[in-house]
């Protein structure tokens, strides 16, 4: 379960302190270039934002970062998946794919 997820159901609101934490438990081991292991605290999560984003692209507003237009093109291979009653090929654009400086941000 994906920790906001956990987080609200167990009453945390977004906005409380904490929301969108991993606790350490979840955080993930590096290994440094001297092979030592680290662990390293997940970036804090916001599913707020990207709903929002979402949201407003879908009216037709605003700009839609390359993620969140990724996961707009694959809703609807799955729109069309269910109007053709069928499989089908899923094939981003190429511009769509993560570039070097969208994983860094």
Request: charged share 25%.
């Amino acid at each position: 379960m994906d920790m906001q997820e956990e987080q609200l159901l167990a009453g945390v609101a977004p906005g409380d302190e904490g929301f969108g934490v991993d606790p350490e438990r979840n955080y993930g081991t590096l290994m440094t270039g001297n092979g030592n292991l680290e662990k390293t605290p997940a970036e804090k999560g916001n599913y707020g934002i990207f709903y929002s984003e979402l949201v407003q692209h879908l009216r037709g507003q605003g700009y839609i970062p390359r993620d969140e237009a990724c996961t707009v093109k694959i809703i609807e291979f799955i729109g069309e998946s269910n109007r053709l009653g069928r499989i089908v090929d899923v094939r981003l654009p190429p511009e769509l794919y993560p570039t070097v400086g969208d994983l860094e941000r």
